[in-house]
């Protein structure tokens, strides 16, 4: 049975733009003009209005019991299209048919008024779904159980931190058994173990007929949780299906990360007087026909770099570094005497030793093994996709590397267990 139907569904949103010469470049300024406008009349004339499709022209069927990962990059109409099926914001154009009881889990705090207990704040929410306060009493005690926050009851949900929001609003929401479940990146926030039951609880919503619509930039989890998924770009649905295609489909898209860079002559390349940036490549060793790097892929790291010293002692120190900035580690080469021209070096990164994540390649070229000639930051950015294969946990696998290594486990004795 079809629960959800969207037929075109289109969503627009107007933008101003002031015209002229850009004001309020200071606090001061923007304070003085925000204040100007109150008590002055808008001069149309001097602004222009732009139409701004987050939502064109999506349509889709959704059947009961269907769990339904949406995935796209930042800005591509997800929590807007989880706000239209909320009714939360109606769509500019377009029809949507429910059939159900929706329960909607979009962002930290929704749904909460802010002076009210986290017990008052659990009714409420029950009787906005729709439930009687019998029901409700009898899911009372699995909710603050799950969400953990028995001790905070009845504090008022303003003082609660974003994770302990995020723990009631999401069980709520799923203990009060709504026919369909929309969840917006609820991985985001919250430890491993509340994660973990996150996506036990979404699991068993779907195996009970529950309907499951589930936003997540975490694409293990919606591999894991998800039999359908959908791929939004710039408001559009680009394709819907079973969640491997998709999956493999939007990752096409996404990993167009410039894995090469170089430079024709060496007055445009970065550097200096002493040595300047020829080229870097990260060439991927795909295997099982990839079209991205996972956690499994090898890759090698080529550059070169033209040297414009005579008879110098140079070796390259590499660093491997995450986005936010840690060392990830450090190799060098040995040191060399090198004389003007192109100097050429490789390393080869096996598979199953990063995590996944985002990283940046930099590298430093040091004279007499102690001095540094140049500093090329952030020479290359990439990013390494999840592959999990025999396990139900589908949270952030936690740290920067993910080595294969060996750790056998055996039974030593049969022993009866009193």
């Not at 931190?161 to 203990?175: D, N, P, Q, T």
């Not at 295609?245 to 024709?264: G, I, N, P």
Request: with cysteine.
């Amino acid at each position: 049975m079809t629960v959800i139907e969207a037929e075109n569904i289109s969503k627009r949103y107007i933008i101003d733009h002031i015209k002229g010469n850009a004001k309020g470049n200071t606090l001061s300024e923007v304070v003085t003009d925000n204040i100007k406008n109150l008590f002055s009349k808008k001069d149309e004339d001097k602004v222009s209005h732009e139409d701004f499709w987050a939502l064109k022209g999506v349509s889709f069927k959704i059947e009961q019991g269907d769990r339904v990962g949406i995935i796209g990059s930042n800005g591509a109409g997800k929590s807007t299209l989880l706000k239209v099926l909320s009714r939360i914001t109606e769509p500019t154009e377009g029809k949507i048919t429910i059939k159900g009881r929706v329960a909607s889990l979009l962002e930290v705090g929704t749904g909460f008024h802010p002076e009210l207990s986290g017990r008052e704040n659990i009714f409420l929410n029950g009787a906005i779904l729709g439930m009687t306060r019998e029901v409700i009493k009898q899911h009372f005690d699995a909710i603050v159980d799950f969400a953990g926050v028995e001790k905070f009851l009845d504090t008022p949900v303003k003082r609660y931190s974003s994770g302990m929001y995020v723990r009631l609003g999401f069980a709520i929401s799923a203990h009060l058994e709504p026919e369909i479940l929309i969840v917006d990146e609820v991985l985001a926030v919250g430890d491993a173990e509340f994660q973990r039951k996150c996506l036990g609880k979404m699991k068993d919503a779907s195996t009970s007929g529950r309907t499951l619509l589930f936003v997540s930039h975490n694409l293990t989890a919606v591999q894991g949780l998800c039999n359908k998924s959908m791929f939004l770009q710039k408001g559009q649905m680009i394709e819907m299906g079973e969640t491997n295609q998709v999956l493999s489909t939007y990752l096409s898209h996404v990993q167009k990360t410039a894995l090469e860079s170089w430079w024709l002559t060496p007055q445009e390349a970065p550097g200096n007087d002493n040595a300047r940036l020829k080229s870097i490549k990260l060439i991927p060793d795909f295997i099982d026909n990839q079209k991205h790097i996972d956690v499994r892929t090898p890759f090698k790291i080529q550059l070169e770099f033209w040297n414009m010293m005579d008879g110098a002692n140079l070796n390259i120190s590499l660093h491997l570094n995450s986005l936010t900035g840690e060392c990830i580690f450090n190799i060098g080469t040995v040191s060399k005497s090198f004389e003007k021209g192109i100097i050429y070096a490789e390393c080869e990164i096996p598979g199953n030793y990063l995590n996944d994540g985002s990283y940046s390649i930099s590298f430093m070229v040091v004279k007499d093994t102690s001095t540094a000639v140049f500093n090329f930051e952030e020479a290359l950015i990439f990013e390494i996709e999840d592959h999990r294969v025999g396990t139900s946990w589908y949270g952030k696998w936690p740290g920067y590397v993910r080595p294969k290594i060996d750790f056998p486990i055996s039974q030593l004795e049969l022993e009866s267990v009193r």
